[in-house]
């Protein structure tokens, strides 16, 4: 039987969630639930000189605001706790000497003025800079005297000498590296602390972990993780190496780019499930049409099959599109309660229909931060240019539409009630009477009511949520400017 599926996200805390980031947690997240395993949260702190102060809670903040829960983690325990890296330091060096008795990691008591000398060799040759495996020959006798004698030492993988070792991912296949371009990394520093690249090894292993997703600049180290295992006598993860996620072709998205982190997605105003949405996309394709997935629907939906080899281009116009299709099937009271705030940047009157004003942005709305422009010319009609009643696809110019507003006016000011069917029934009399397109009527009176030509809802809507007087105000507006073209 195959143990219980556990995955792990294991993020260091640098203050931000890249997205890249964000979709490694998601696929690991999905992965663990397909199968109905476990999702484990490690926090990777152990680099010191990059830690942030509150770059946790970033991170345990984004991932519930996604509702990426996790069965194990820092906060909640587990039985393969302690779940911050940096707490975990104490078993590392046994780990390591274990290696040392079974020939597979040596001391290696070289000083920092070598290796630093060695590696500026190497690279005035050209040469890589990798180990010279000085230390690794040493006979017992020298390194019992400099142990005794107290020399500050690390500790190295022993790489095989000759050969080549292969490793195997689930989206790349068998991947084999000739092990003489493999170094033999430090695991063990002078400070007793372990690297990362041994840290890892023996975190995945001691949380039991089955799987490991994470981005592709770990591939090169994955052969030496590999070896790492197979010293240990363990059995190794399964590796899902994920490409980057890209700007453009050349270029990965960088924090800079200011579209690389979740708080920068949401800063411009997209929607958490829709941020969710489109990252899974990101380098995983549905086997369907349908591209729209809740996150119980991606559980279902998910499959390494889908896993994409090549990098991701971020497109923030699909974003945007899903970011709209999200807003659009929200409920209408959920979308009054997140969209009038954004209403009220911008227009302060009090006796602005709300109801009527988001049904006429919901079915156009794509992202909240776009409402405030769009309903800036409610609280005071902005100046503008008659230009805008020259339309062709409306069949409209200034002439036209003098004499459509000429013919609105009385219309409209002769009406009881000033509502949706009122106006609507009165200005389609006058359209079936004249004999033209609605445009012909309809554009001319959204130009004079909006200054604009395009706007949430049409001249009938703008005209009820503006109210008759200001409506009429401002068509008698516009009758005076294209008076004078
Ligand atoms: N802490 C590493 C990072 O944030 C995790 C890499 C891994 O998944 O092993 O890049």
């Known amino acids: 039987m195959m143990s219980e599926v556990r995955t792990r996200f294991a993020p260091s805390p640098t203050g931000y969630m890249h997205i890249g980031n964000l979709r490694t947690a998601l696929y690991t997240y999905l992965l663990a639930k397909k199968q109905g395993g476990k999702f484990i949260l490690r926090i990777e702190d152990t680099d010191r000189e990059r830690y942030v102060d509150g770059a946790v809670d970033v991170i345990y903040k984004t991932l519930r605001d996604c509702g990426l829960n996790w069965d194990e983690g820092p906060d909640i325990g587990g039985d393969y706790g302690p779940y911050v890296q940096s707490e975990r330091m104490g078993m590392f060096k046994d780990y390591a000497e274990e290696l040392v008795k079974k020939g597979k990691a040596y001391y290696c008591f070289c000083t920092k003025e070598r290796l630093e000398e060695l590696s500026a060799v190497q690279k005035a040759s050209n040469i890589s800079p990798m180990y010279d495996r000085h230390c690794r020959h040493l006979s017992q006798e020298e390194i019992d005297k400099n142990l005794a004698e107290g020399v500050p030492y690390v500790i190295r993988q022993a790489i095989p000498e000759e050969g080549s070792t292969t490793f195997h991912d689930e989206i790349y296949g068998d991947i084999t590296v000739e092990n003489s371009i493999l170094d033999d990394q430090v695991l063990l520093k002078t400070d007793g602390m372990p690297t990362y690249n041994f840290a890892n090894v023996v975190d995945d292993h001691t949380m039991k972990i089955t799987h490991v997703v994470r981005g592709n600049e770990y591939l090169s180290s994955a052969p030496k993780y590999n070896l790492l295992y197979e010293a240990f006598g363990w059995e190794p993860p399964m590796y899902i190496h994920v490409e980057h996620i890209m700007k453009d072709a050349q270029h990965k998205l960088a924090k800079r780019d200011g579209d690389a982190s979740f708080q920068d997605l949401l800063d411009k105003g997209y929607m958490t499930e829709a941020i969710l949405n489109y990252i899974l996309l990101l380098g995983w394709a549905p086997k369907g049409e349908n591209e729209i997935f809740s996150l119980s629907e991606m559980i279902d939906a998910f499959d390494l099959s889908g896993i994409s080899k090549s990098p991701a281009i971020f497109d923030p116009l699909k974003l945007k599109a899903i970011n709209a299709h999200y807003v659009r099937a929200m409920a209408p009271e959920e979308f009054k309660e997140i969209a009038v705030p954004y209403i ?114 049409g001249g009938i809507e703008l005209a009820v949520i503006l109210g008759k007087e200001d409506s009429l105000a401002r068509i008698k507006k516009g009758i005076e400017l294209l008076e004078n073209v």
């Open 344 to 457: 009220r940047r911008t227009c302060k009157r009090s006796d602005v229909d709300l109801d009527l004003l988001c049904s006429v942005l919901q079915p156009r709305a794509e992202l909240f931060t776009d409402i405030p422009e769009q309903v800036d010319f409610i609280d005071k009609l902005p100046e503008y240019s008659t230009e805008l009643y020259n339309n062709k696809k409306m069949k409209t110019d200034a002439s036209t539409s003098l004499d459509a507003l000429k013919k609105i006016l009385p219309i409209l000011e002769n009406l009881g009630e000033f509502t949706q069917d009122s106006v609507h029934d009165a200005l389609f009399k006058l359209i079936e009477e004249m004999g033209v397109k609605n445009g012909v009527i309809l554009f001319p009176l959204r130009v004079a009511l909006s200054g604009k030509q395009f706007t949430p809802g």
